[in-house]
């Protein structure tokens, strides 16, 4: 008996175990389905409220979470509740296919619109291209395309062409009533109106040449004897040949007696050259004596005497620096105002003045290098001083060759 107590009391408290889990589950499966229930409700109330927004009709304070709380669940009442938002959708889609059709015919009337209005702009611009074209034509400088698609300028645009288009028909009658005068001098038939339609000008045009090719031969050959006779040929005034001939008899005649002289005086001048000649080959003679006597090949050019004071004689003395003033910023050169150099012509030497003056440019060199540019200061009979650049004092030295500078010019020597 007592283990059949402790059997049942096992099994009992088994049962108890089993009914505490179940019922925690089951009330976390309420929790769970209370917490789903909510969310629905707000996504039901917050969905209606969006529709009352985007629609005419107003289900959104029927739908508040609080009513469709599950505290308040009644099978009619929650599908009488949720049949409104169902027409409410209903409605709002029906609105959204309405107005989805109402845009897509917009759409087709636009594209329709704007096709028709690019045939439209496709003909003005046409239409303006065309008036452009007969503007120019006529000169009328109505401006353009832009001026005739505007229409604020449209109608002046317009109105240059045509008041021109107007002078140009009126001169083209004009000109093809002179073209009938014309025909009529002749003897050729025709019609003003027929030369505006496929005009027919052969014959006046074969007239008219002929007539233009006789004048023009006449007028060369008149303009060729205008030009011989030295008269200016008019063929308003062809009498003016004819005086210019007879004047050019009279000058011809003038000219061959001058020419007669004039060949008096050639026949003299051959006789002058001729002497002239004569007296070259002796001074040839004598250069040639000189040559000899200063020993001076013959086949070589006359010697160049230089010239005093010149860029060869200047040349040609050079010099040295005698000393180096660092202090004050000048050297002293070996050469002066009475310094000279002495050419050698043939045998014989000529003595000549390098005329040396201050502002002279003077070259540096030591041992073919180039040191540095000096201006001549002072110039003595012996003896120059020049100025000293102030980058160069420490360069040059006792001894050191001075040689002219014939291309550089004279240039202010640096203060130290």
Same mark, same amino acid.
């Given at each position: 008996? &007592?283990? $059949?107590?402790? +059997? =049942?009391?096992?099994? /009992?408290?088994?049962l108890a175990l089993v009914s505490a889990v179940c019922s925690y589950f089951l009330y976390e499966k309420r929790v769970q389905f209370v917490d789903g229930w909510n969310q629905m409700s707000e996504a +039901?109330?917050?969905s209606a409220a969006t529709i009352d927004q985007r629609g005419n009709s107003k289900f959104a304070s029927k739908l508040t979470v609080d009513e469709l709380s599950h505290k308040k669940y009644s099978k009619d009442a929650l599908a009488g509740k949720l049949k409104n938002l169902t027409r409410q959708s209903e409605e709002f889609v029906k609105q959204y296919d309405e107005l989805t059709q109402k845009l897509a015919d917009m759409t087709a009337l636009q594209k329709k619109t704007k096709a028709q209005l690019d045939v439209r702009t496709r003909q003005c611009e046409t239409m303006a291209k065309a008036l452009v074209s007969i503007g120019d034509s006529v000169n009328a400088n109505a401006g353009s395309e832009a001026a $005739?698609?505007?229409?604020? %300028?449209?109608?002046? =645009?317009? @109105? &240059?062409? #045509?008041? /021109?288009?107007?002078? $140009? /028909?009126?001169? %083209?009658?004009?000109? =093809? @009533?002179r073209i009938v005068e014309l025909a009529r001098k002749h003897g050729v038939a025709m019609e003003a109106d027929a030369l505006f339609v496929n005009p027919d000008l052969s014959r006046l045009n074969s007239k008219v040449e002929a007539y233009k090719t006789a004048t023009n031969n006449s007028n060369k050959a008149l303009a060729e004897i205008s030009k011989t006779v030295n008269v200016a040929y008019s063929a308003q005034n062809p009498a003016a040949v004819t005086k210019g001939v007879v004047s050019m008899s009279s000058k011809l005649k003038n000219t061959q007696a001058e020419l007669a002289r004039s060949q008096n005086t050639v026949s003299n001048q &051959?006789?002058?050259?001729?002497?002239?000649? =004569?007296? +070259?080959? #002796?001074?040839?003679?004598v250069i040639a004596d000189y040559k000899r006597v200063l020993n001076i090949d013959p086949a070589d050019t006359d010697p160049k005497v230089w010239k005093r004071g010149s860029d060869d004689v200047r040349t040609a003395l050079t010099g040295k620096v005698l000393s180096v003033d660092k202090d004050y910023g000048y050297v002293v050169i070996n050469f002066g105002n009475k310094s000279t150099v002495t050419q050698k012509v043939g045998n014989d030497s000529i003595v000549l003045n390098a005329d040396i003056e201050p502002g002279l440019s003077y070259n540096i060199i030591r041992e073919g290098k $180039? +040191? @540095?540019t000096i201006s001549l200061s002072n110039v003595d009979e012996l003896q120059s001083t020049a100025n000293i650049p102030v980058s160069k004092i420490d360069q040059i030295k006792i001894g050191d060759e001075v040689v002219f500078n014939a291309v550089k010019s004279a240039e202010p020597a640096e203060k130290k």
């Open positions: 008996m &007592k283990t $059949f107590n402790t +059997i =049942a009391c096992i099994i /009992v408290l088994v +039901i109330h917050t $005739f698609t505007n229409e604020n %300028s449209y109608a002046g =645009a317009v @109105a &240059k062409v #045509r008041t /021109v288009a107007g002078k $140009f /028909v009126t001169n %083209s009658k004009n000109l =093809a @009533a &051959k006789n002058t050259i001729t002497k002239n000649n =004569a007296e +070259i080959a #002796r001074l040839k003679g $180039f +040191i @540095a």
